[in-house]
């Protein structure tokens, strides 16, 4: 079930938890159930497994606000803003900030929503 949930289907989370399994829980190559959660922008496998004892901590020191924002997961955006991520926060390792990362994207289109969910916070 871990495998499917790599590939994209973190609706599968619930179950994955149900059967057992912790929520902090990784892929053979280390990345957390939480790290998938977030690049696939699913908020509400996210908040389960917060729930369940994982921590937003474990996206990162950015709470994963760069990648969702790159990804055009609006919604995931204003969560983690909601929930800590400091959209005015510049990487370490290249100074640029959650902004730069939605507007680097080529479907500038369906970045709109991230870009305003941004602007707004920060």
Not at 72 to 93: I, K, M
Request: hydrophobic share 45%; charged share 20%.
């Amino acid at each position: 079930m871990l495998d499917r949930i790599v590939d994209g289907r973190t609706d599968l989370v619930f179950d994955y938890l149900a059967g057992g399994h912790a929520a902090s829980s990784k892929d053979a190559d280390g990345v957390s159930l939480i790290q998938w959660c977030a690049y696939y922008g699913d908020v509400s496998a996210i908040r389960f497994l917060l729930a369940n004892g994982e921590s937003l901590a474990s996206l990162g020191e950015d709470l994963g606000l760069n990648g969702a924002a790159f990804h055009g997961h609006w919604q995931l955006c204003q969560f983690l803003v909601e929930h800590g991520a400091d959209p005015n926060r510049a990487s370490p390792e290249s100074g640029e900030t959650p902004l730069h990362a939605a507007l680097c994207a080529a479907d500038r289109p369906a970045r709109d929503r991230v870009l305003q969910v941004l602007l707004a916070n920060g």
